[in-house]
Nanobody
Framework: QVQLVESGGGLVQPGGSLRLSCAAS????????MGWYRQVPGKQRELVAQ???????EYADSVKGRFTISRDNAKNTVYLQMSSLEPEDTAVYYC?????????WGQGTQVTVSS
């Protein structure tokens, strides 16, 4: 059974930084596109950033210049480095792995940006 386990969430002040990690198991990690999504209550889950198996990255306009997605295929892990955090970044962040028609999700990690 595929497992995606997120970590690194928490409470941070505005302007602060956090790094999220997502460790994958039971998939051929290097072949998957990996992504980070976020969701707040009452709203749809939205794409934050994604990185293809070839290392091409894409970001939501709201996080460009502040967030960086990266992957370490040797560790089967994808990261999201978040800087200059804003209260509007508060959400549950989900890791996603996708290949062809298959898609897997982690359980989510809460990020709260507040003073």
């Amino acid at each position: 059974q595929v497992q995606l386990v997120e970590s690194g969430g928490g409470l941070v002040q505005p302007g602060g930084s956090l790094r999220l990690s997502c460790a994958a198991s039971r998939i051929n990690f290097k072949d998957y596109a990996m992504g980070w999504y976020r969701q707040v209550p009452g709203k749809q889950r939205e794409l934050v950033a994604q990185i293809t198996s070839g290392g091409i990255t894409e970001y939501a306009d709201s996080v460009k210049g502040r967030f960086t997605i990266s992957r370490d295929n040797a560790k089967n892990t994808v990261y999201l480095q978040m800087s200059s955090l804003e209260p509007e970044d508060t959400a549950v962040y989900y890791c996603n792995a996708a290949i062809s028609t298959y898609m897997y999700w982690g359980q989510g990690t809460q990020v709260t940006v507040s003073s």
